[in-house]
């Protein structure tokens, strides 16, 4: 049973940094893409940066690109997304997802429950 388990979010003042973390007990990251997702209050969920099973980062938003860094410690089985220079415009849940594409199962994914992100102005 694949389980995500997101952590680090919280309350940040406009500049400052957080780090979220996203943990899976299984070795899923090994061999899944694992994003990082947010949704702000009255938004669409949206993409915000992707690391492959290999560790090549990829930034879906280039409002972030710079300010956020993905990066995975994979004998911590953790996926980890540091947001340095926050902008209140960051707001939102944030929410890690696992997928892959196989020729036997199609795609295949996993959420998690999300964690909320807040930067105060």
């Known amino acids: 049973q694949v389980q995500l388990v997101e952590s680090g979010g919280g309350l940040a003042q406009a500049g400052g940094s957080l780090t979220l973390s996203c943990t899976d007990q299984g070795s899923i990251f090994n061999i899944y893409s694992v994003s990082w997702y947010r949704q702000a209050p009255g938004e669409r969920r949206e993409l915000v940066a992707t690391?492959?099973?290999?560790?090549?980062?990829?930034y879906a938003d280039s409002s972030v690109e710079g300010r956020f860094t993905i990066s995975k410690n994979s004998a911590k089985k953790t996926v980890y997304l540091q947001m340095t220079t926050l902008t209140p415009d960051d707001t939102a849940v944030y929410y890690c997802?696992?997928?892959?594409?196989?020729?036997?199962?199609?795609?295949?994914?996993?959420w998690g429950q999300g964690t909320q992100v807040t930067v105060s102005s």
């Open positions: 997802n696992a997928f892959r594409i196989s020729a036997m199962y199609g795609r295949q994914e996993y």
């Open positions: 690391i492959t099973p290999d560790g090549t980062p990829e």
